[in-house]
């Protein structure tokens, strides 16, 4: 008989380990993912226990330390590891939203800081920390609270000008009067230098067709409103009279010049009146600020660079007072008409514009950082044409009727010119104040920046079929500037680039040339701009670097021919003309007694009397031209032989004597010539 089989008892213990003959049988030892750093170097088994394992404290009575960085398989490395990822995703998190909210000054400051540093964490906690404060309209009234309303903020004084003091400064808390000044007192003609209406007349329309487009200083339409209807807030007797002084040299006629003979004198009187006025009641306004601007422009016609320069300065200093620099609130405690902050808008970016040529004619940093501009560019209009049009005007009696009418480009113009000196600005701090050293990486960034800005530009800004001088005068900059960024890299060679600098540079010289020509055929150059002596200059100095090649014969001579023309009404093309014979004596450069072209004979007459064709001697026979870029233009067989091999020193871009070459190699440059070596690109 078959018993039932019974089901299995449920056991309430532990389960027991099967027996093998051995008794019970031991726990199986654990598995440990990383050994203590004794047991690691005895090769001995580690239990892994914490805070010392047995076999340290146990078998060798040794210290016993882990190295937790090492094991990634630990579940706290790989929390680390998270916390990390998490660190890293909140300060991009910070960075994005700093962006988002960031006006373009801010914006291209934390991009600059984002490829200046590899760890974003210091931005980002500058960005964390760089919160809105509270409101203080939420909290009681407290003198602390009204303190802190009232400091730093604009103010108004009686003349209804604005008055900006930082919060570092006491001075916001004054009364207004203390600010106050008698009115300008205007009369028919705002000068004493002349009675003759119709002469004022045709003075300010020389200024506003020849020099106005270029250095729009002023607003037009609202400076002519208040020089008809004699208010002062756009019009004052100092802007009359600098803008007269500034349009003298424009006019042939007599009147013009403090001495009718000599033509030097052109607006001294004008001039004289205007110092006059600035010295017996300098108060800041938005019309001393415009005429201390243009007093600057005219000054280097006379050689007075220093005295320009520091009229510059004032202009400058006083626009900050003014807070034009600053953008405001429309419910902020300072409210400005849709006129008012046009015409401030267009004061600052002119001054600012003119301020940034100053210093790259004079090779200094540039008084106002980019970092302090929060005020908006000057506003394109729809079109981008504005209401009034363009047409020449001159002393003669020539009538242009409209089909010689141009459409008027300046609001365009204005707003495009900020853009690229916004570049050059740039540039200036970083050579002349950098924060970090300049590579070829950040050079070709500086062009990449300048080219992005040309290929942007709208057709009317591009010198096409008829141009404007101003259109003209805005290309030729773009390539001045161009030399000037690669003028001091003429005998290098940027690593790891195809881009040339004495290419780019010949390149501009040329293209310089071309419209100087365009403008001569158009318009001649009795009425050009200042600025256009110092951009012939520079495309003169490239053309003396690409001697003796044809083009560059050519363009020289053109060159020194436009500056002799240019001088009976420019003093500062007669130092051009002086600097290029003293650079062609100081190089020994051969320039032929003839150059080809139309014309050739007078061209070379003209060159020899500036030069001193007497003293040049003829070529050297079989000169020969190097197939390389860089060659040395300065031809002397016995000079080439003994000549030194050292490149040019960093200091001489940057002047700062802590550069040197090798430092300039590691920022990815070499000699002309020298083998291309990836591993040395910077």
Known sequence: MVRPILPKKQSTGPPLEPDHGFGTRPSKRRCVSSACIPCRKRKSKCDGGMPACATCSAVYFSECQYDVQSDHRRKGALKRDLETLKERNDSLGIIFEAIKSASDVELAEIVHQIRSSEDLEPLAESLRQNVP???????????????????????????????????TSSLSLARQSDYSSPPDVSSETWTTATSNMEF????????????????????????LHDYNVGKTKYCSSILVNVILAVACPLSDRPEARANPNDANTAGDHFFAEAKRILDEDEKTSLTTIQALALMSVREPNHNRDSTGYGYMGRSVRMALELGLHLSYPANG?????????????????????????????????????????????????DAFFDSTAWRPYVDTDVVFGPEDEQPSVVQAMMHYFSDLVLIMNDTLNAFYAPRIRMTSKSLCGFYSRCTAWYDALPKVLLPAKTPSPSVLMLSMAYHNFIIHLFRPFLKVRLLGSTLSPQAACTKSAGEISRLMTTYRDMYGLRRIVVLSAHIILSASTIHLVDFPTPPASERLV???????????????????????????????????????GNDAASRSSSLGQVLGDSDIPPPPPDVPVSDDLFWNPLWDPAAQEVADPRPMQFTSISDNEAYNWERLSQDGCSIAGEPDTPERWA
């Open 200 to 223: 004022i007349t045709h003075l300010i329309g020389l200024y506003f067709c020849w020099s106005h487009p270029f250095y729009p200083i002023v607003h037009r339409e609202r400076f």
């Open 333 to 381: 405690p300072v409210a400005f008409t849709p006129l008012e902050a046009e015409a401030r808008r267009q004061t600052f970016w002119a001054v600012f514009s003119l301020e940034t040529l100053w210093g790259i004619g004079v090779g200094r940093l540039p008084q106002i950082p980019t970092s302090a501009i929060s005020v908006e560019n000057v506003r394109v209009p």
């Open 133 to 167: 404060l509270p409101d203080g309209s939420r909290s009681p009234p407290s003198f602390e609270g009204d303190l802190s309303e009232i400091m730093g903020k604009p103010t108004l004084d009686e003349t209804g000008e604005t008055r900006y003091f930082g919060h």
């Open 558 to 596: 053109q060159g020194v021919r436009d500056l002799e023309e240019i001088s009976a009404h420019n003093a500062f093309s007669n130092r051009s003309l002086d600097i290029i014979r003293s650079l062609a004596d100081k190089w020994n450069i051969p320039i032929p007694r003839e150059a080809q």
